[in-house]
């Protein structure tokens, strides 16, 4: 249980909590803390509650985020909801089904007779939640999965319009909505430096695009560009190793795709890992099709390349970025374009707010601010109920090992006080079964799919 610290006024800070479901889930909540709240430590006020799954970062992952906190601890669906009153404030950093399940155990928790505190309902800790990036897909059906939330923020003008706009929509208060920025940008502002080779950095996404023959593509392009270009530095910004997972499925890794090309990469072009603002310090081209990457690239000022050449397609998110200037091709970069990204574009969409990046987050603070000094919270009310969703809702609580009501059931709850033996054999067991999942998404089921093309 964390324990309660002084401010230098005397106050008690905040105790935060940050539930992530994977490596970028994990970056994002825990900057996210740290921005609401920048009187707290994170060392001592913020604890990772990581959640179990298939996505569960590696301590590799975890240190290339290099986000800290007081505590690391992987729990599970009954675990979280078990240690949810310890904290003041609880960031729920998750992908959308895993949010609603959450809210609905926790208005479960608050909702049960069995937690009044001397004949009144104990106050429950604030609840925010939000993307990780660019919102380029289901943004209904993400947006009702996160409503419940008291706080809901947008990483952008156009996202707390186009939220506001859902809300309304159903008919939901849009109160909850708060425009804010990207918790990760940021860095040092872009100078050429011509003490390196100039260095043309593609962000690779896990699953964007998704199939072989375009996956292949862009990497002989970024290795022609290489080639072309002697005189110039090509990164390849891989998101994971071969068997970690992250927040999307990679089934075709691109460290695998390498080994196929003929006489492998050149000297100048090589795969690197990394935080990915310490590789952005030494970029003077950013390319890639929509990754989060070109948000923190615009926002230091360095050229910014969002390839069309597989099409602009909302399966691949790069129409997010029409009308920024940055659409191009692989084919133009090599004849030396450098793209200039529209001011209009980047202001509306997160990139340069009107004044200070730090001032982004003040509407946040405000608003989290009031609800940490009140002496009581409404209830958690997702949207989605088993009156408005009965054929929706459900399965979405089962997955979670939550019932209709929102409690856990039986078979989710691990027994209390389980003897070290089994907590080591029960990690085992989940250890082989996260790898023998990986393996079939990495190994077996690209090879049915090739055999099905035969």
């Not at 050229?303 to 200037?325: I, K, M």
Request: glycine content about 10%.
């Amino acid at each position: 249980m964390p324990t309660a610290t002084e401010t230098e006024n005397g106050e008690r800070a905040p105790r935060i909590a940050v539930l992530a479901d994977s490596d970028t889930r994990w970056k994002w909540g825990g900057l996210t803390a740290q921005r609401l709240l920048p009187d707290a430590d994170p060392a001592r006020d913020v604890d990772g509650l990581l959640l179990r799954g298939r996505a569960t970062p590696t301590p590799r992952q975890l240190r290339e985020v290099g986000v800290s906190a007081a505590a690391l601890d992987e729990v599970t669906v009954p675990e979280f909801l078990a240690r949810a009153g310890d904290y003041d404030l609880l960031v729920l950093s998750c992908v959308g089904g895993t949010v609603q399940a959450m809210l609905h155990g926790l208005a479960h928790r608050w909702g049960s007779a069995e937690l009044r505190e001397n004949g009144t309902t104990a106050k429950r800790p604030v609840l925010v939640t939000g993307y990780v990036g660019v919102v380029y897909e289901k943004l209904a059906d993400g947006l009702l999965l996160r409503n419940g939330a008291d706080v809901v923020l947008a990483n952008s003008r156009v996202d707390a319009e186009r939220f506001r706009d859902v809300y309304a929509g159903v008919g939901r208060s849009t109160e909850s909505v708060v425009e804010s920025a990207l918790p990760f940008l940021g860095g040092a502002p872009y100078e050429r430096s011509g003490d390196r080779p100039f260095t043309v950095t593609f962000a690779v996404q896990p699953s964007v695009p998704v199939d072989r023959a375009g996956r292949l593509y862009l990497l002989n392009r970024a290795a022609d560009h290489a080639r072309k270009h002697p005189d110039r530095e090509v990164l390849i910004k891989l998101r994971s190793k071969p068997g970690e997972q992250t927040t999307h499925i990679e089934e075709l890794p691109y460290q695998r795709l390498a080994e196929r090309i003929p006489g492998g990469l050149p000297p100048n072009c090589r795969l690197v890992y990394g935080h990915m603002g310490e590789v952005l310090d030494r970029t003077d081209l950013l390319v890639t099709v929509s990754s989060t990457a070109a948000l923190e690239s615009l926002h230091r000022g360095i050229p910014t390349a969002v390839l069309a050449d597989l099409g602009v397609r909302e399966v691949h998110g790069n129409h997010h970025f029409l009308g920024s200037g940055c659409l191009t091709s692989w084919d133009a970069l090599d004849a030396g374009h450098l793209p200039t990204a529209s001011p209009h574009w980047t202001a509306r969409n997160g990139v340069v707010s009107d004044g200070p990046y730090e001032a982004a987050f003040d509407p946040a603070r405000k608003r989290i601010s009031a609800l940490l000094g009140r002496p009581t919270l409404p209830p958690v009310e997702p949207y989605y109920t088993a009156a408005t969703a009965p054929g929706y809702l459900p399965g979405i609580l089962a997955r979670h090992g939550l019932g209709p009501d929102g409690a856990p059931t039986e078979n989710a709850v691990e027994a209390p006080g389980a003897s070290g033996v089994r907590r080591v054999v029960r990690g085992a067991l989940r250890r082989a079964a996260r790898g023998a999942y990986r393996h079939g998404v990495q190994r077996v089921a690209p090879a049915i799919r090739r055999m099905g093309d035969l």
